[in-house]
């Protein structure tokens, strides 16, 4: 089964820095680019950063430049997302998803997200 | 970066045909995708590149372009189709947008 697993959320002080993993099971991770994508409470999806097979290129979204970096391990199976100086604006619902470039590069799998939460 | 719009709610009665439009200024060169996301999971792909149709996804759901407004139909909306959808493109350098979403209500 195709899976996406995502962990290392949870509730951080503003200013604070956290990394968010994401596990691949059931497909030849090294084939795939990998995004992360975020969902505020009762908001909508935002597009966070993106990477190609082999970690060479990344992209952001323009906003979020500077604090979050993205990156993978592909011996590892693994995505992570490392986000520092934490703000308020950054709760949310973490997902990654497999860019398939057979499916002219839409997010074809998703995973259940893991929560971040920035509070005081 | 750019906007993608969509109405924010739309409402149909079972056995209608439900219509979302995503529009924006720079999706005349670009392709869309369109995602499903019912409440409390992750989004589910139903449409790339414009107007196909992932494996698995049924015939009930298409995708249509005219210009800068692409739209998703739904013809025959049932019950399960209830849910938030969300139209995405992205620009040549790899970043992604997603679209306002669209609250699909069935009553």
């Known amino acids: 089964e195709v899976q996406l697993v995502e962990s290392g959320g949870g509730v951080v002080r503003p200013g604070g820095s956290l990394r968010l993993s994401c596990t691949a099971s059931?497909?030849?991770?090294?084939?795939?680019?990998m995004s992360w994508v975020r969902q505020a409470p009762g908001k909508g999806l935002e597009w966070v950063s993106g990477?190609?097979?082999?970690?060479?290129?990344?992209a952001y979204t323009d906003s979020l430049k500077g604090r979050f970096t993205i990156s993978r391990d592909n011996a590892k199976n693994s995505l992570y997302l490392q986000i520092n100086s934490l703000r308020p604006e950054d709760t949310a619902l973490y997902h990654c998803?497999?860019?398939?470039?057979?499916?002219?590069?839409?997010?074809?799998?998703w995973g259940q997200g893991t929560t971040v939460t920035v509070s005081s | 970066s750019y906007e993608l719009t969509q109405p924010p709610s739309v409402s149909r009665s079972p056995g209608q045909t439900a219509r979302i439009t995503c529009s924006g200024d720079v999706l005349a060169e670009q392709y869309v995708n369109w995602y499903q996301q019912k409440p409390g999971q992750a989004p589910v792909l139903v449409i790339y590149?414009?107007?196909e149709r992932p494996s698995g996804i049924p015939e009930r759901f298409s995708g249509s372009k005219s210009g800068t407004i692409f739209t998703l139909t739904i013809g025959g909306v049932q019950a399960e189709d209830e849910a938030d959808y969300y139209c995405q493109s992205a620009d040549g350098s790899g970043t992604y947008v997603f679209g306002t979403g669209t609250k699909l209500t069935v009553v």
């Open positions: 998803a497999r860019i398939n470039s057979d499916y002219d590069y839409s997010l074809d799998v």
């Open positions: 590149n414009d107007s």
């Open positions: 059931g497909f030849t991770f090294d084939d795939y680019g």
């Open positions: 990477i190609n097979f082999n970690g060479e290129t990344t």
